[in-house]
Nanobody
């Protein structure tokens, strides 16, 4: 069974950076596609970035050029590096695989 824990969120000024972590239990995690989503209350959850088990990545147009997804399989962790943050990036960020439910997420607030 795979369980995920998100961390790394916080309050940051516009233009700043954060790195989110998605730590997993279970060796099967290494072969799973992992997705980062974000959600603002009252709005639909948005897929932000994905990474496959072999490291192929995809990011949403809204964050392209600013966000990067990567994985460290020995550490069973997927990262979301977020640069040049904007107020509209404010949301709760979740990581998820096809074998897991929704976790608690980590809050990112971009504000001066």
């Amino acid at each position: 069974q795979v369980q995920l824990v998100e961390s790394g969120g916080g309050l940051v000024q516009p233009g700043g950076s954060l790195r989110l972590s998605c730590a997993a239990s279970g060796s099967i995690f290494k072969v799973l596609e992992v997705n980062w989503y974000r959600q603002v209350p009252g709005k639909q959850r948005e897929l932000v970035a994905s990474i496959t088990g072999i490291g192929s990545t995809n990011v949403a147009d809204s964050v392209k050029g600013r966000f990067t997804i990567s994985r460290d399989n020995p550490k069973n962790t997927v990262y979301l590096q977020m640069n040049s943050l904007k107020p509209e990036d404010t949301a709760t960020y979740y990581c998820k695989t096809g074998l897991t439910g929704w976790g608690q997420g980590t809050q990112v607030t971009v504000s001066a």
